[in-house]
């Protein structure tokens, strides 16, 4: 008997010393709510101390002109993902490509024009947590319709916080940040372009991070399960083309 409970106890504090060391890795990532989310840096020491997440919104933020945004000013930030700003790169090239146009090699080619009307779709000035936006209901836009906040540039985008389901309890599970970009103002509830947040409350000394949710495996029933995207750069790959042809795209330089 002895024995048997002895194996029992080393079994459980492994089992402990296990879940205790996975909860510490990359803590600002995971919808644990169990983190404090602070960070003793500014929201663009931040995301430099975040490379395998952040590496190439970095440069993008360089190449904008908009280190002093992140460094020095108070702001909320919607981080979006390195693979975010990827997938609209490359969505782009894609177009470029059957247009019978050069494609971009460097981010440089995108004028910082072009970067820096993007990033202010995500940045707002002040600081906001979870606590402090309105519940949104995708579903019942009438009940519960979110927002409208000015971001950087002076556009309206829409922000709530979803109150999912506890089974059969409505509203009494986990609570979700999403932003919204609206597409026709006359119309805001509808067609909303929906970026889910899939950390909140980052707290660095300048202001607050939510970083975006990167991507996610879409179970289809009789499938075996696939990658989904989550959120593209500029909230479509569309958008994100259309701003950057408006700027012109430079020309590989050597």
């Avoid at 024995?3 to 010393?17: F, G, P």
């Avoid at 108070?74 to 050069?102: H, M, W």
Wanted: charged share 15%; proline share 5%.
């Amino acid at each position: 008997m002895m024995n048997k409970l002895t194996l029992k106890a080393i079994i459980l504090i492994a089992v402990s010393t296990v879940l205790f060391t996975a909860c510490q890795k990359d803590k600002y990532f995971f919808d644990s709510g169990t983190q404090k989310g602070t960070y003793n840096g500014s929201i663009l020491a931040f995301l430099k101390s975040k490379p395998v997440y952040f590496d190439t919104l970095t440069r993008v933020i360089q190449i904008a002109g908009m280190n002093d945004v992140f460094d020095k000013d108070n702001i909320t930030f919607f981080a979006p993902t390195s693979s975010a700003i990827y997938k609209s790169v490359k969505g782009l090239n894609a177009e470029l490509r059957q247009n019978g146009k050069d494609t971009v090699s460097k981010l440089e080619q995108i004028k910082p024009e072009a970067w820096r009307e993007l990033l202010s779709l995500y940045v707002f000035k002040g600081t906001n947590k979870l606590k402090d936006y309105p519940q949104i209901d995708t579903l019942n836009m009438a009940a519960f319709p979110g927002q409208g906040y000015t971001t950087l540039s002076g556009r309206t985008m829409n922000i709530g916080v979803l109150f999912n389901d506890a089974g059969s309890v409505k509203y009494a599970g986990y609570r979700q940040l999403y932003i919204s970009y609206i597409p026709n103002y006359a119309n805001p509830k509808v067609g909303l372009l929906n970026a889910p947040v899939a950390s909140s409350d980052i707290a660095p000394t300048n202001g607050v991070v939510h970083v975006l949710a990167q991507e996610g495996f879409l179970v289809i029933p009789g499938t075996t399960s696939v990658w989904k995207s989550k959120h593209n750069f500029g909230f479509s790959t569309n958008l994100f083309i259309n701003t950057v042809q408006s700027y012109g795209i430079l020309p590989v330089t050597p």
